[in-house]
Structure formats: structure tokens, C-alpha cells
């Protein structure tokens, strides 16, 4: 029996859980500042937590957040016309190098690669 290649087997199925437990997550809480491509002018602010969203410091509203994929489903009147978003960790390959982001899409089979990802716009999470 060849135990080394066993064990070598093992961690690499084990990195590949934890790296998978990793990406698959909810964004986390704090407040997000959305900015418009291509020449990245604020468009917005809301406040995530727990699964409910704040615009602009309105009332809380109800957030359904796939974590296995990265998929929020936004309230109707949260952010018209966005209706949809994708989750980024940070690093992540669609999103920032250092930040969390949040790409918002007005239809839920916007993801990359997509002819219009490069104009949707991206929410990042702020410290302020």
C-alpha cells in the first residue's frame, strides 16, 4: 500500500473542501458603495446585515442570499432597475483584488462573460 500517495490524495481533496467552504458564502455584513462603469461615478449606497439591505439608510427589506453560488435575489424597490447580484470574495477572479464585491445585474442570467458584464455595476464593501 502506498500510504504517501494516499495521504498526498487526501490533503488535496481536503484543500479542495476547505477552499470550497471558503468561496461559498454570504457576503458579509457593512455597508456597500456602488459605482457605475466604465467611468465608475457613485451610483449608490446600502447597508447589508443578516440578510436584510438598507438603501441610502431607508427601512430594512428582506434579502434571499444563495451562499453555495454567490446569488442575492434584491427586494423589487431596493435598487431599480437592479434586481439581482452576484457575491465575490475578495481575490476572486470577477471581482476586486482586495475587496468584497458585489456585481448587480437586472436580469438573473447576467454572470461573467456575459456580453453586458463589463457595464454592470460593482459594489464594493467600504469601512465608512
Known amino acids: 500500500m502506498d500510504w ?10 481536503l484543500g479542495f473542501c476547505l477552499a470550497t467552504t471558503a ?3 454570504s457576503p458579509p455584513s457593512g455597508r456597500y458603495r456602488c459605482y457605475q462603469p466604465p467611468a465608475y461615478s457613485v ?3 446600502f447597508d447589508l ?3 436584510r439591505i438598507s438603501v441610502h439608510g431607508d427601512t430594512p427589506q428582506a434579502v434571499k442570499v444563495d451562499a453555495a453560488t454567490g446569488r442575492i435575489e434584491l427586494p423589487p424597490d431596493a435598487l ?5 447580484g452576484l457575491h465575490f470574495a475578495p481575490g476572486a477572479k470577477e471581482g476586486d483584488a482586495e475587496r468584497v464585491t458585489i ?3 437586472s436580469r438573473a442570467e ?3 462573460g456575459h ?3 463589463a457595464r454592470l455595476p460593482r459594489c464594493y464593501l467600504t469601512t465608512h
Do not use: E, I, N
Open 4 to 13: 504517501g500517495r494516499r495521504l498526498s490524495g487526501l490533503a488535496a481533496v
Open 23 to 25: 468561496a461559498a458564502q
Open 43 to 45: 451610483m449608490a449606497w
Open 49 to 51: 446585515d443578516r440578510g
Open 80 to 84: 431599480p432597475p437592479w434586481r439581482h
Open 103 to 105: 456585481v448587480l445585474a
Open 110 to 112: 447576467h454572470r461573467p
Open 115 to 117: 456580453a453586458s458584464w
